[in-house]
T-cell receptor, first 116, second 111 residues
């Protein structure tokens, strides 16, 4: 168990550029979540995947945001035409969901995005 | 979507027991209660999870009354390294519903 890994840890970019983050969940975890966290606030849900299927998206996930989990393993979160308000920590979490368990989410250490 | 309410901040002296209470009045039948700890520039770390009564592990205890409308995280004999933000989370992983973190409780341990 190597934990949830996120890459890069920090990203600085100019307004209007596109950025992509990657999340590698704990192996064999079938559910993967993306959250956004701004300073002084708790993480806010963005979207989640069950295997490769994206099952729910928050209203926070505008049409500039897209997430994929093509093979049910790693996931990417892309932000197009970045804006100042996109500056935040983007967190990924994974868990294993079975038929009768309620396992907690395990988080990565996030990607901190700064928009210049 | 079960929302939670916690005190914004708490202070405690080193070596004291700290109890952080979370209110979740609209908790659903299948919801579990999970507590996380977060240090700056890190992701939240799982502390403890429960459904009812009391749960204890090597780092904390979780007390849940019969009506389940609140829960209390108990940290025994805190140290300076326990200074962090603590979040309670209520939800049913099996249904995959969204999870609401709230603003958490910022605990400061004083020497």
């Amino acid at each position: 168990d190597t934990g949830v890994s996120q890459d890069p840890r920090h990203k600085i970019t100019k307004r209007g550029q596109n950025v992509t983050f990657r999340c590698d969940p704990i192996s064999e975890h079938n559910r993967l979540y993306w959250y956004r966290q701004t300073l002084g606030q708790g993480p806010e849900f963005l979207t989640y995947f069950q295997n490769e299927a994206q099952l729910e998206k928050s209203r926070l996930l505008s049409d500039r945001f897209s997430a994929e989990r093509p093979k049910g393993s790693f996931s990417t979160l892309e932000i197009q035409r970045t804006e100042q308000g996109d500056s935040a920590m983007y967190l990924c979490a994974s868990t294993s969901v079975g038929t009768a368990n309620n396992q907690p989410q395990h988080f990565g250490d996030g990607t901190r995005l700064s928009i210049l | 979507l079960a929302k939670t309410t916690q005190p914004i901040s708490m202070d405690s002296y080193e070596g004291q027991e700290v109890n952080i209470t979370c209110s979740h009045n609209n908790i659903a039948t299948n919801d579990y209660i999970t507590w996380y700890q977060q240090f700056p520039s890190q992701g939240p770390r799982f502390i403890i999870q429960g459904y009812k009564t009391k749960v204890t592990n090597e780092v904390a205890s979780l007390f849940i009354p019969a009506d389940r409308k609140s829960s209390t995280l108990s940290l025994p004999r805190v140290s300076l390294s326990d200074t962090a933000v603590y979040y309670c989370l209520v939800g049913d992983m099996l249904s995959g519903n969204q999870f609401y973190f709230g603003t958490g409780t910022s605990l400061t341990v004083i020497p």
